[in-house]
């Protein structure tokens, strides 16, 4: 006889596998105009949470976007827009647009790993990419995406559990509601080691990319870097999470030498910014 479990398990996995068709009946540049448009985010985005079970982590392969072919575990409901490959794509263009064979990345806040998958197939083996994620768990969880997909040449990838602030030391770390919104502060309960981009880039070499998205510790970070703005051989992709950092991280950067602009601006006033060496 089947097993209840199975019984559930199975109508889990369809459910993922009818979401997921779901979202691939739209090209991903109308996917996500449709996506802007509050009505989408009312009643579109509900109903096809409905069709995914919460908290339901597993492996599943990515099936669309730059990543296709990889294998992530991932929740499917949380982070279904990486599965199809619509995450990011503003990102994704830069990514490929900066970033060369045997070129030096670091993803700062590395989180699952769908950026540093990207960076590592570009780069190849003959390239770095150092990928910081402080949070144990979703550490954890990283180094098994890495694990799983050498074929991404995810041997070049270098995973350091820390998180990047201005100066060396130890931290704090609060967990957030999800696994991609765990930040540094004081009232967290987890200690973790914090380290530089200047430090960093003592250790590998000044990068050509820098991809940030530590959940506010954006201007510490960049404080924290003063030899590699100095460099001017770094663009970087910054989300700065409320107008005032974006704000602040701009002015930091701009002192610096550094040329910025918006790719995306969020909803709630969250940004990604793009950052470049003037010339």
Known sequence: MVKAAELVAGARAASLRLAIAAFRMLPR???????????????????????????????????????????????????????????????????????????????????????????????????????????????????????????????????????????????????????????????GRTAVLVTTLDRLSRCFGVPHLVKMDIEGGEVEAIRGAQSVLAARQTTFVIEAHTPTLDGECRALLDAGGYACEHLWRGPAGATHILCRPRE
Request: with cysteine; aromatic share 6%; hydrophobic share 40%.
């Open 29 to 187: 540049p109308i996917y996500l105009r449709v996506k802007a448009t509050p009505s989408f985010n009312r009643v579109g985005r509900r109903v096809l949470d409905t069709m995914i079970p919460p908290g339901r982590w597993s492996v599943i392969e990515i099936v669309g976007g730059p990543l296709r072919g990889a294998r992530m575990e991932l929740d499917g409901r949380v982070h279904k827009e990486m599965v199809v490959g619509y995450h990011e794509p503003h990102i994704v263009r830069v990514i490929e647009a900066q970033l060369r064979r045997g070129g030096l990345a670091f993803d700062v806040g590395a989180h699952l790993g769908y950026f540093t998958l990207l960076m590592a197939r570009i780069v190849g083996d003959e390239g770095k990419v150092v990928a910081l994620e402080p949070d144990p768990k979703v550490f954890a969880i990283l180094g098994g995406n890495l694990a799983r997909n050498p074929g991404f040449s995810a041997g070049c990838v270098i995973p350091v559990q820390a998180a990047v602030g201005g100066r060396e030391g130890e931290a704090q770390f609060a967990e957030g509601l999800d696994s991609s919104t765990g930040k540094l502060s004081p009232e």
